[in-house]
């Protein structure tokens, strides 16, 4: 049964690169045509989708962090990763990987996720 | 952006009450929708997809309904283990969007 895992510090200074990385295991990444995603909880918020890349390599990103956000996979070591730039207190969150359980079998232009890691919680703080 | 608003954000219950939660999509996302359950320090649980299929191993006390703009997730007899936060999810229109969360805490 795939597992993911989030890794990552848990401390950025502001106007810093956020980075984590998510280790897939018990299943490879390229099997199946998946959505590698990450999601972000903030506090007393909700959540919030970041984007999603596919082992090889297409990444697609929430536009309201687009210009912020860099995703990559390395299917090879099982592991995908966030980069977020210039980080401000407003990206203290829980960061969540997940993968698409394929789902949408219709009319839908996404996907609801049955895996997900435990998270990962970030602060950012000087 | 598909706007999803849930209600109430807070539920005080029993075990063993019925409890019901709402959520309400800004435009059709059809049957496109899907519940959560998050617990600190867990990973987060599929509930249901496509607003009214349960997904492996969750117990049939939960159930959701509804298509379009309006749609429900009840829990039939609460259990202990049912305390925690609750989220919808569109993922009719891109990029998918969430709920702002219901707290189920006991009564």
């Known amino acids: 049964q795939v597992q993911l895992q989030e890794s990552g510090p848990g401390l950025v200074d502001p106007s810093q690169t956020l980075s984590l990385t998510c280790t897939v295991s018990?299943?490879?990444?390229?099997?199946?045509?998946?959505?590698w995603t990450w999601i972000r909880h903030h506090p007393d918020k909700g959540l919030e989708w970041i984007g999603y890349?596919?082992?090889?390599?297409?990444?697609y990103y929430n536009p309201s962090l687009r210009s912020r956000v860099t995703l990559s996979a390395d299917p090879s070591k099982s592991q995908f990763s966030l980069n977020v730039h210039s980080v401000t207190a407003a990206d203290t969150a829980i960061y969540y990987c997940?993968?698409?359980?394929?789902?949408?079998?219709?009319?839908?232009?996404?996907?609801?996720?049955?895996?997900w890691g435990q998270g990962s919680l970030v602060t950012v703080t000087s | 952006d598909i706007q999803m608003t849930q209600s109430p954000s807070t539920l005080s219950a029993s075990v063993g009450d019925r409890v019901t939660i709402t959520c309400r999509a800004s435009q059709n996302i059809r049957s496109w929708l899907a519940w959560y359950q998050l617990k600190p320090g867990k990973a987060p649980k599929l509930l249901l997809f496509k607003a009214s299929s349960l997904d492996d191993e969750v117990p049939s006390r939960f159930s959701g309904s509804g298509s379009g703009t309006e749609f429900t997730l009840t829990i039939s007899s609460l259990q202990p283990d049912d305390f925690a936060t609750y989220f919808c999810q569109q993922y009719s229109g891109f990029p998918c969007s969430f709920g702002q969360g219901t707290t189920l805490e006991l009564k």
């Open positions: 018990g299943g490879s990444m390229l099997s199946g045509d998946h959505y």
């Open positions: 997940a993968r698409d359980g394929a789902f949408c079998t219709g009319d839908c232009q996404e996907d609801a996720f049955d895996i």
């Open positions: 890349i596919k082992a090889s390599g297409s990444a």
